[in-house]
């Protein structure tokens, strides 16, 4: 059964850090390119970053490039999103995701290109 489980959201102050985890159960994490998005009351699920398989390219959305960083342990099966200089429209619910057919590079930025989710994990920053 392929799962994704989040960690690391929390209530943090602005200009504060956080890293979020992603640890994947029921497959191998080396054959997905992996993603990050968040979700803010009222509002559409957004792109965050992606990471591909090997760890080779990353993409960030325009928000949170030069805060963030996201990265894998293949080895651990976990996803990592490092996020530095909270500001309080980081607030959401960040999720994981994978996306299968690891040398299709095209559409990492669209919910539609991932095939599993986790649950989500909170993120609060207070002004």
């Known amino acids: 059964q392929v799962q994704l489980v989040e960690s690391g959201g929390g209530l943090v102050q602005a200009g504060g850090s956080l890293k979020l985890s992603c640890a994947a159960s029921g497959f191998t994490l080396s054959s997905y390119i992996m993603g990050w998005f968040r979700q803010a009351p009222g509002k559409e699920r957004e792109f965050v970053a992606y990471?591909?398989?090997?760890?080779?390219?990353?993409g960030y959305a325009d928000s949170v490039k030069g805060r963030s960083t996201i990265s894998r342990d293949n080895a651990k099966n976990t996803v990592y999103l490092q996020m530095n200089t909270l500001k309080s429209e980081d607030t959401a619910v960040y999720y994981c995701a994978a996306a299968s057919a690891v040398t299709d590079y095209t559409n990492l930025r669209q919910t539609e290109r991932y095939a599993y989710w986790g649950q989500g994990t909170q993120v609060s920053v207070s002004s």
């Open positions: 990471i591909t398989s090997s760890g080779t390219y990353t």
